[in-house]
């Protein structure tokens, strides 16, 4: 079996290191695989490899790269990776709307792939978690619009989230002050309804995101979506309450049915028994959990989902070494 | 001045002890004030007064008693509370959908006041600050509809809902087991998306109450509301990520300015500057804070809002004395 030499830029960061270890997990045919991150990690050892530093002569040799940076990481080298001649696979934000750069979730439009000139973008962690919910019943009836409100977690921030919402309740609980330095104000007790700047009419970046994305992934170019994003302090998993219109009705049974056969979901649906998904529960594995499926009372073309994943692993890292298994069976 | 004689009842519950806070705060004109509980509480003493036993005797010569226990408690003194003569302003939800028992925000609907037979509800909270938050569009155009995802705090449950969040959080960061009482699942570092038991086509019953509440509070019958109600991991004050439609088009701007002017509310709503309403930042206190105000991208009759308010204070105590206060001008 052909073995594949593998980057990773941004190697030392959470996502980083979640696509070092699903590499390994999923048994990615590796011949090589280096460590790419800046200058001051460079030569820092992780497990058996060695941090080389992120520069043209670097990716040099390397099949796909895997980017784990973020935006200003990404643009700076993206010349550099394409002269380089490797497939680059980025989970930044800088070029998901490229028309020229597809935009990939594996269980929803892996044909797309087919498409890329170097550049593949993952999307949104977000995005990749309430498309991968939603899309089975796309697939019956196309999605006209939704209204979300999300419950993310901390660690969408980095590794340096959990640390803070941790060192927060530590000092709340000795009495001491904690200066929030990764979010805006303190997320220990708290909810943040702000995630990335102002962009578009009062949305932030991170709320614009599910609309002109979720239009690529799902191929709905009038897809409209109205989204509050809002950080909660929970360490890992994102969970999404989604109010969706299909263009026709879609009850509830034919929903939990469909939901239920998709690819990359499981259904967690029975409210008597107390079950339904909850980032506690969602963590540390790659499926979309959906539940909590009800018609919508405004609209009767409208359905109430919840969803959760975890958004390092199926929103990041998951998703992008999916797409590198889509994009080995055409190398 | 006439001074009235004030029972409350389930005093030493963490409303009741929040009534009598603000009877006091507000400087309330009471003559008598009389603490009802269980038997098990009676002779209890909370600052100068004496815990009594809720029954038929205890409620003879009160003006007002004002209610601050479970359903099953209102229901079982309903009768005699009625022949006591006293007028009960009820917390609980065991008559809020009775024709004949008012429900009042008093910045809203304080008229009905006036059509009571000796019985008043106070709303739920979350229903409390969503229907304050929006009211001033609702007098403008009619809200058809709104979509909304909520955020409540663990207080919401009483006051053994922070105690087992605290717990918890103390138990996880010393590696012990801590089996939950209060919630359903782990609370600290989770979402709950479930708040009552299932009522309405998969809704449970506190989702049901926004829209069954709110088209009496709001004279709206045809009001129709689809709500998920989720339990977040934040002490006190409950968010609110509304989306609502109005019969006419209001604009953002007009919408700011028409909620900046509207009783009991107040508007903080400046992204730019990371403001926004947050439960940390709105406790402790009786406004309902309203922000992130954006035109709805799926319906041009649609506008986003996310407020937040104390559910103790706003969205219990402080609106039944509020309520108090407008019954005592017809006493």
Redesign the interface.
Known sequence: MKKFNIGILGATGAVGQEMMKILAERDFPVNELRLLASKNSAGKRIGDYTVCEACAENFKGLDIILGAAENDIAERFIDDIKASGAVFIDNSSAFRLDPDVPLIVPEINPEDVKKHKGVISNPNCTTVISCTAVNALNSVSPIE???V?S?QAVSGAGANGPKE?FNE??AL?KGEEYAPRVF???IA??????IG??QF????SEEMKL?NEGRRIMHLPEL???C?C?R????RSH?V?I?L?TREKIS?EKARELISAAAGCKLVDD??N?L?????ATSNQDLVFV?????????ER?L?I?CCGDQVRKGAATNAVQIAELVIKEL
């Open positions: 619009s939704m209204v409100s419950y919402l309740v530590d609980a805006q104000h303190q007790y708290n909810v943040i309804p702000q700047g102002e009419m009062g949305y932030t609309q409209k979506v109205s509050t809002v909660v302090p929970v360490v969970s309450s109010c219109k509830v409210l008597d107390q339904y998904p909850m980032p506690l539940g909590r499926i009800r018609e919508d009372l405004t609209d409208g109430n919840w």
